[in-house]
């Protein structure tokens, strides 16, 4: 029995050796990727009562949906590629992945912006106005995917100032505030019914001034005084929302 076993096992071995050899360098990246990303998984939500979403909760399925989704989502018909900064973006990815805090949205927030300028600069979107579109990254960098009004969803133009707005689908440096593309209100302003129209000032209730956010680590009292928009139960700390134990641990708290 053993024997079979490990024949079957030295087969698949083999036949996956074989796959990955005539991957593209497309299909090779995304599939490190996936792997990374699904070890990072599976290593955080051990520590908080495992993954909560069924299909993510073992390695194999993680990996094949995760996979799936990379390769349906990045295409040559949304982006242009960059192969060239495949390696260095999985660099990136994996310092992220190394630093503290990583799991809960801790670590130190240049790992995530730098890992965030190198996947625009790998995959830049060249969907143009008017072409089906299904997130934002699709479209070309001065467009945003209307998702609101248009179906399917289409790119199209960013709103200029005065016009209506639903969301950040306003041109660079402008803000859409009561349902108008506006400018941004900046730090030392008084507070506008107890809040700010800026995407990184929050009203400091004892001064009823718009204050700069909080960055990642700083001891908070409620969500809105986070740059990264969650202010954790545990220890009165901000956090980024988006983080892995956010998003998928099952006991991690909300």
Known sequence: MRVVMMTVVMTMLVVSAGCEDEKTPREKFLGSLAARICKDLSACCSTYGGVSRPDLSSYNECYASTYRGYLQEYTEEHYTIHAEYFDTLLAAQERLSAAEGYCEGAADPALGTELDRLWGQTFVGQVDVGEPCDNVRQCRSELYCDIWFSVPPVCAERHLEGEGCIYQDCVAGLICADDVCTEPMTAGEACVEGSCLADDLHCADDQDTCVEDLPTGSACDRDSECSGGF???????????????FLFCADYPQ
């Open 231 to 245: 202010c954790s139960e545990v220890d009165g700390t901000c956090l980024e929302m988006y983080s892995i134990a």
